[in-house]
């Protein structure tokens, strides 16, 4: 019996190990024949990865309406990567008449502008179909900041509308959720008119998902707040970092998180704020596994510091360490209730590693 032959729930199985990695290094794999074709495409279209440049090559091809469709109904698990303008090769300052650190201040701060809302739309055509996909159950959004070496110098240039990002955040199906936008505000307004908050559309997921990552240049406590479930949730992971250092290594420099609320205090009330909600959350967890609010360490924020909320205790590890990986334990977490903070304290002469 050949491949083939095997009855299609096998087929679609043993297509789905072999994994969309697989047919995305090597597109030929994907033409074997007309009826390997059908499986083949199935688990292509299953685990997608999607950068800036790769979504704008989707949306203007003939096909893209099709291709679409093909997410909608066979995607599983979706990783978008963007770093905002790219494209800064398809520009020559030469061909402007200008030095090129004045052409990238001046023509390249215009292209720029009008490749925001362009982006966005785009970024929205998915979001629309991602929300009406079935089968989608782990979506990971990572932003970082948009950067080149003539301008390091400028502000930073947010580039995620709030109306692009929102349809993602409607998806009550998903299992996972992974938002790492480190490198952008999501800027409020636009096609609707509507203030949104990220935050709040997150805290609605809670009672779907199993797993949640966040890292936002603006987060609140809201972000935990569940109202109250009817039920124990099957949440059984929450990490939360409020550092935004190691980003890039062109970026050496490092903060973190502000709150929403842009008249709220420091880092240390909002740190207390996520700590104090995420203790109530755990309550409401069925099987809490881990969860976690990062930050760095020290003023030189050489490290960074976990709060593990299930045990009250601070853990530090090296920077480059994987958000849910293993550190040292410096000291146990000692809540003041007249204080209104938590602070995480320095670590003393004796315990430096």
Known sequence: MSLLELPPEILITIFEYVGSQSFRSELTRL???KQWYAFARTAYFHDLRITTKILRRLLASPYAET????IQKNAVRMELEFQGFEDWDSFHA??????EVSWHVTYGRVERLAWTPEFNNDLLRLAKTVKKSQ???????QAITELHENTLLEERRHYLFTWAIRPFLSKNALTTLDLDLVGTELVQGGKDGQEFHACVSIAALLTTL?????RMRR??????NTGGPDKKLRLNEVIINLSLANESPLVSSFSHAKCCNTSSSGLPQLQHALEEQAGVLVTQMENPMMVRILRQEGRMGRKMQAFDVLTGKTIVFEDGTEWDG?????????SDGESGESEISELSSDSDV
């Open 326 to 334: 293993e550190g040292k334990i410096i000291e146990e977490k000692v």
């Open 31 to 33: 033409m074997v024949c």
């Open 94 to 99: 030469s061909s402007y008449d200008l030095p």
């Open 135 to 141: 089968k989608l159950r782990c979506l990971r959004i």
């Open 219 to 224: 987060i609140c406590a809201n972000v935990l």
């Open 67 to 70: 291709n679409l469709a093909r």
């Open 210 to 214: 199993l797993r949640l990552r966040l």
